[in-house]
């Protein structure tokens, strides 16, 4: 069954800290994987997307590392602000059709001042 | 300007009723899709449409039915709402022909609908 699930389910962390949010991935086979930001309120926003032979990829403070043979995904926020609270979800996409593509249930990041 | 923009942002009504969430994307792409965002955060993909082609998640009820009145517009129309359709819909764009599954989609901010 192609899944994803992602931990912590929450995560409370101090301004300027670094952080690091996990996802498991079980599509096969397997096309690419994506991280989203989503502010409450507001629609996902795309941050990063690799492929099988990518295992890092970065945009400003955030990095993700993929591991393709052990199916793991993380997303790593340097240097956090307060904006960066959200939820953050991984998804996992198995080829081209739109019904292929596979949401985690997301970290809710809070970042205190 | 907005690039995906949906409407209503709220929708409450009564079981039973028929509604319409209107999505417009002014981005230019092909492709439009529907997506519903229940209580635990799922994002599930309910529809994607172009010109060409109609895919349907197979686990969608066909109270559930998307309309294309020209490529820039999917509204999404749900007759017979029951309770279990109460959630938050978000419409989104990307362009085509798909890159190997690589587009990147543009999310509209989501119309929240409530089940009475």
């Known amino acids: 069954k192609n899944q994803v699930e992602q931990s912590p389910q929450s995560l409370i962390i101090l301004e300027g800290k670094n952080c690091t949010l996990q996802c498991n991935y079980t599509v096969s086979p397997f096309s690419n994987l994506r991280w989203y930001k989503q502010d409450t309120g507001r629609g996902p926003v795309s941050l990063t997307i690799m492929t099988f032979s990518e295992n890092t990829k970065s945009n400003g403070r955030y990095t993700a590392t993929l591991d393709a043979d052990t199916k793991q995904s993380s997303l790593h926020i340097t240097a956090s602000q307060l904006s960066d609270s959200a939820s953050y979800i991984c998804v996992a996409r198995s080829g081209s059709s739109a019904s292929k593509i596979i949401f985690g249930s997301g970290t809710r990041l809070s970042i205190r001042p | 300007d907005t690039a995906v923009s949906q409407t209503p942002k709220y929708l409450v009504t009564q079981m039973g009723n028929d509604k319409s969430i209107k999505c417009e994307q002014n981005?230019?792409?092909?492709?439009m899709y529907w997506y519903k965002q229940d209580s635990k955060k799922f994002l599930k993909i309910m529809f994607s449409?172009?010109?060409?082609?109609?895919?349907i998640n197979e686990t969608v009820p066909n109270r559930f039915s998307p309309k294309s009145p020209d490529k820039a517009h999917l509204n999404l129309h749900i007759n017979s709402l029951e309770l279990g359709d109460s959630a938050v819909y978000f419409c989104a764009s990307s362009q085509d022909p798909p890159n190997g599954g690589q587009e990147t989609q543009y999310f509209g901010p989501g119309t929240r609908l409530l089940v009475l």
């Open positions: 449409y172009n010109n060409k082609e109609l895919i």
């Open positions: 981005l230019g792409h092909d492709t």
